[in-house]
């Protein structure tokens, strides 16, 4: 059973910093493609970022571009958010997920497995 661990989420002020993790467990020499979703309060779940699991470039939604980078620790079996100039519009539970030998997708319905989520909250 796949399982997904995720940490990192907090409170900050607009223009500051948050890093989360996520690590994936439970199918040894599974390689995956992972990512992050997050959904706000009275919106649906929307893409955020993805990996393929060979490393290539990472694949972001628009509102994110130049602001998020996500990066992967293959021996770890742990990617990591790096969220800088947050703004009050990226609060929401923030998901990560993984699909096993899939490519990276912005479909949620492409993967496999889910974290309980983070909560980001920024101020203004």
């Known amino acids: 059973q796949v399982r997904l661990v995720e940490a990192g989420g907090g409170l900050v002020q607009a223009g500051g910093s948050l890093r989360l993790s996520c690590q994936v467990s439970?199918?040894?020499?599974?390689?995956?493609?992972m990512g992050w979703f997050r959904q706000a309060p009275g919106k649906e779940r929307e893409f955020v970022a993805a990996?393929?699991?060979?490393?290539?470039?990472?694949y972001y939604t628009d509102s994110v571009k130049g602001r998020f980078t996500l990066s992967r620790d293959s021996a770890k079996n742990t990617i990591y958010l790096q969220m800088n100039t947050l703004e009050p519009e990226d609060t929401a539970l923030y998901y990560c997920?993984?699909?096993?030998?899939?490519?990276?997708?912005?479909?949620?319905?492409?993967?496999?497995?889910w974290g309980q989520g983070t909560q980001v909250t920024v101020s203004s």
């Open positions: 439970g199918r040894p020499f599974t390689p995956y493609a």
């Open positions: 997920t993984a699909r096993a030998w899939g490519d990276k997708s912005s479909n949620a319905n492409d993967y496999d497995a």
């Open positions: 990996l393929g699991w060979t490393g290539d470039k990472a």
